[in-house]
């Protein structure tokens, strides 16, 4: 049934495809505005490619760019200040593993080694790792806000001649019409205004160069839900069709991924659950016209709710830790071939 494939996507329309065994959850509300259409393709090791139409646009009672707990640089900065220590080694076997990563940057097209890639919130270097597969390293920036991350980037021999550099995915420190690749993994969840970042990535990019933003994607488990919108942001899959398209980007492609463990269960939503690109059809500028930043971070903290928000936040990201623990191990007992 195809709305099994929809990780809380309510207002998706399937027009063609094959539904994989054993993805989640059944009947889904098919309402709402119609998007211009997108392609949706799905791991390529659980079912064939297929098409979507996105029917809705953002949730209204679930704000795309409304703060989490650790939906602010501030906190993200002091959340990765510790976890950048154990990031590699636990929390990415879980969540954010070799094979997937090859398999999402796929869409994104690094057919050249001489191209220029911007990795925005690449953090300790994982994903570049990937990048470096196909494209010189002296080719490709790593920028991220974490000064803790990139000293683990910085260690990475495949990275040595990467420039590593310090910046706000959402102020971007390149030229307009700069690169010819924009690649961001596991970031977007942090920034206060994902649709000023990716209006970033539109006006770096040159004419006909392609983002690829890597991301989770929202739950319907309720239990899930409640500990992701106390954690960071969790978009839902047509949440990120109209930033890309909003930012003016056309041929925007969005592909499912996720551990091979889970067989294709979304219900609990991923750290990284999809791969979205788009391009950039014309020089210069984004067309969207945008405020003031959602959060000024020169502005001073207050101690006690910071402190607040910081450990709430850790305490529902440690929810995270235990569901692909718990995914594994239905894997290991649930007989291969029946859902779990």
């Known amino acids: 049934m195809a709305s099994s494939m929809l990780n809380g996507a309510e207002n998706?329309?399937?027009?063609?495809?094959?539904?994989?065994?054993?993805?989640?959850?059944?009947?889904?509300?098919?309402?709402?505005?119609?998007?211009?259409?997108?392609?949706?393709?799905?791991?390529?090791?659980?079912?064939?490619?297929?098409?979507?139409?996105?029917?809705?646009?953002?949730?209204?009672s679930r704000p795309a760019s409304q703060p989490r707990f650790i939906q602010h640089k501030k906190e993200a900065f002091w959340f990765y200040r510790f976890l950048s220590i154990v990031y590699d080694h636990v929390i990415n076997p879980g969540h954010w593993t070799e094979d997937m990563r090859d398999e999402a940057l796929e869409p994104a097209d690094?057919?050249?080694?001489?191209?220029?890639?911007?990795?925005?919130?690449?953090?300790?270097?994982?994903?570049?790792?990937?990048?470096?597969?196909?494209?010189?390293?002296?080719?490709?920036?790593?920028?991220?806000?974490?000064?803790?991350?990139?000293?683990?980037?910085?260690?990475?021999?495949?990275?040595?001649?990467?420039?590593?550099?310090?910046?706000?995915?959402?102020?971007?420190?390149?030229r307009t019409d700069y690169a010819d690749r924009y690649v961001s993994a596991g970031s977007?969840?942090?920034?206060?205004?994902?649709?000023?970042?990716?209006?970033?990535?539109?006006r770096v990019l040159k004419l006909g160069g392609k983002a690829?933003?890597?991301?989770?994607?929202?739950?319907?488990?309720?239990?899930?839900?409640?500990?992701a919108d106390a954690w960071m942001l969790f978009p839902k899959e047509e949440e990120y069709i109209e930033w890309f398209q909003k930012a003016g980007f056309k041929d925007v492609q969005l592909k499912r991924i996720g551990p091979k463990w889970y067989r294709g269960v979304r219900r609990h939503g991923l750290i990284m659950g999809c791969s979205v690109t788009g391009v950039k059809p014309a020089s210069g500028d984004s067309p969207l016209q945008l405020g003031p930043k959602a959060e000024d971070v020169t502005e001073p903290v207050k101690p006690l709710v910071f402190l607040?928000?910081?450990i709430l936040g850790a305490m529902a990201a440690t929810y995270y830790v235990l569901v692909p623990i718990y995914m594994w191990l239905k894997d290991q007992i649930v007989p291969k071939g029946r859902p779990i």
């Open 308 to 310: 607040m928000r910081l």
């Open 212 to 227: 690829c933003i890597i991301g989770p994607v929202y739950p319907t488990f309720w239990l899930s839900r409640f500990f």
């Open 110 to 174: 690094l057919s050249d080694r001489n191209m220029l890639v911007v990795d925005v919130g690449g953090g300790t270097g994982f994903t570049t790792l990937g990048i470096v597969k196909h494209v010189d390293a002296k080719n490709v920036t790593i920028l991220d806000q974490s000064p803790h991350q990139l000293a683990k980037a910085k260690q990475k021999e495949p990275l040595k001649d990467c420039k590593i550099i310090e910046g706000d995915a959402e102020d971007l420190p390149f």
């Open 12 to 60: 998706l329309t399937l027009i063609r495809g094959i539904t994989p065994k054993g993805l989640g959850f059944w009947g889904s509300d098919l309402q709402g505005r119609r998007f211009s259409k997108v392609n949706v393709v799905a791991n390529t090791r659980i079912s064939k490619t297929r098409t979507l139409t996105p029917m809705c646009s953002l949730s209204a």
């Open 188 to 202: 977007i969840e942090y920034w206060p205004d994902p649709q000023r970042g990716i209006k970033e990535a539109y």
